[in-house]
């Protein structure tokens, strides 16, 4: 056993347990001091240097050598430093387009990319459009259309057009925000005086109501099952739900293409708010939209990325990612073609600051094309929303790149419509039509294709190409390569220090660069297996790694880090991923020390979260862990999408039943030693040993008569202790 390294003497009764230290929120509770010991500056120090006190692989480090200001871990820090790392190697590819080509190249990866992240676009299945009755006015008419964007999933659309028309007209492409009444939105910023003021002015205008929103209520409330359960249920699954907003605007284009009044050269995209997002998004991927204007939504991607408000279906993998979905290349992705920036001077959350910053960013763009003239930026004197000076500069900026059609100013008065007159389904709901269908039902039909495919793979593929399969969709779904960039000489490394009296170490591993957890590190020297061992709570992995401790085994204990859901999503660092990316390069740290040299490792993850990252750390490393052992894990991730209202953090795997399931990831480490056990249904109870086995029958038949142990209800440590003995050869042998 090594020599311990020097303990700074801090009371036991201040030192707290690692997840502590990191979720406390005064600086002397993250040093380890209870809020009425408020400790000093010189204990303070001492505190925070105990915390990190390191020896760097393989040997121990010389106290005088640490540096006092060795940063506790915080991962919300490391992930928003990882997204600027990642926003820079975008912004150097962006800075250096100069030429149409040079922008068309940019243009076709940032899309490639962000349909990979979408998913593969549903068929153009017959619109089967109708007008189910129009309203006349003075000078304009509304026509209340439905129309499918998919079989079954009616978009309720109101199309207005000019009276005194000759020849063809413009038409401006109108995104909805989250307004209650959709399309029908009458009051504070008034989306309807916009399309009514259009439509006199000799504008054809269409408006859809979003899911969730207008007529396309069909969970019952208001806003809310759309912008949250379902866009947790499609984030595995084969479509993003992003893509059911965009293809409803998508084929609402093609729907105009049909009718013989709209010029299709002149169509102009302009939505607020979530119909922003949709405006960049629709224009970003669609070349038929000619001008675009979103309005009260440009920000710069890190800071949406902080934005709780941020409803899913804008929650994209690595937005900052060279060639990602961020804002600053999906407004790359729309020029040189007309650009109208427009903000809000008292939006918080959308802030003029920030979206300034990605004003000027693409207005640099736009001039090295040599067509600084189309880009526009403003911020008017008004609150979040689309309001009547935002839209005088729309209606001017459409004059002189749309149509020459001028807008009177100021904006007249207009008579707007009630919610019911303009209604397009029976009732004013979708849901009243014969065979409408929902999101929910779209992707339990697309879940049931998926396990159709990954049921064939089986049946077709050989051992060895199954393995290798499965382990591109582990690479892929989880993010694990996002960091091969980094620093090629940098290595991970355990930085502890050692209590007195006591055969454990508290302390640290910088398992990424710029990512550290805390950590809990078991030695016995007569052993030679290291359990590595991570869960989704800190004192089940607490209790765990103690218990195994006492059977003999050497245990490294790691603190699962975490963050809200969105932000993992958004800045690319994905929580199984960044696991299993601990798992392997702390094991590989400890490894390196001279008491575990030798060591045959085993992964434990103990929880939803931790079960997937221990197996995600064998597959994409293989050969690295001896054997791999998941506790508490959910048996079948498909069923988390089989309840209307179901969802959990679980889901944020973006697109992983593309590629696996449960049981195939069991399947894949074959022949590996691998212990399955008390795993939990989607409403996170334990299964029982039949359901079990019947979860994983197709484990059971790659491994046929090898060490695939599967166990019902609580798993006990001596026995887990047993087996690994039993089953992981002593020494890495």
Known sequence: MPTPATVFPVAASKFRPPRQLRQAGQPWQRAGCTSHQRPTHTHLLLCRMACVFAFSSPVLAD???????????????????WQQVQLTRDQTLRRQIDTLQGLRNYQNQVRAKWRQILGPWPARTPLNARCTGRLQRETYTVEKILLESQPGFFVTVNLYLPSNRTGTVPVVLSPIGHAPLGKAHHTHDNYQARFITLAKS??????????????REPYGERTGNHHTV?????????????LYFIWDGIRCLDYLETRPEIDRERIACAGCSGGGALTQYLTALDD?????????????SIHLTGDRGLHTESWFPGMCDPYGPGTAQLLACIAPRPLLILGNDHDPEFPPASMARVAEETAALYGRLGCAHRLQYISVDSPHGFWPPA?????????????GLPVPDPEPPVKTETAADLFCAPGGQVHNLPGSKTVFDLNREALQQLAEQRATRRKQLSSADYFQFIRNGVLQSARLTAHSFRRSDWQPQLRVTVRQAARYADGCCAYLPGFSTTLRLHHNPSSRHLAVVIADDWSVGHARSSALAQTGLNVLHLAADHASDRREIMSGSLRIGRWALLLRNAGRAAQALPAFQGCSLVALGEGLNAARAAQFAAISEPGQYHAVIALRGLADLRSLGQGVAQFHSHQMQPG???WFDAD?????????????????NARLQAHDQTTLRRRYRWATTRYQSGPLQLS???????PLAGWIKQHVPSGGK
């Open 230 to 242: 379902q866009g947790y249920q499609c984030m595995p699954s084969a479509r993003h739900f992003c």
């Open 63 to 81: 106290p005088g050598t640490l540096s006092p200001q060795l940063p506790a871990p915080d991962l919300a820090v490391s992930l928003a430093q």
């Open 664 to 680: 195939d990831l069991a399947a894949a480490l074959a022949p590996l030693p691998q212990w399955i056990g008390d795993t939990r």
């Open 288 to 300: 038929r939209i000619t001008v675009a204007a979103p309005t009260s939504w440009i920000a710069e």
């Open 391 to 403: 839209r005088a500069h729309l209606y001017r900026f459409l004059e002189h790149h749309l149509a």
């Open 712 to 718: 019902a209800g609580q798993t006990e440590s001596q």
């Open 202 to 215: 000799g504008y054809a205008v269409c408006v859809w109501d979003p899911l969730g929103q207008g007529e």
């Open 656 to 658: 992983a039943l593309r």
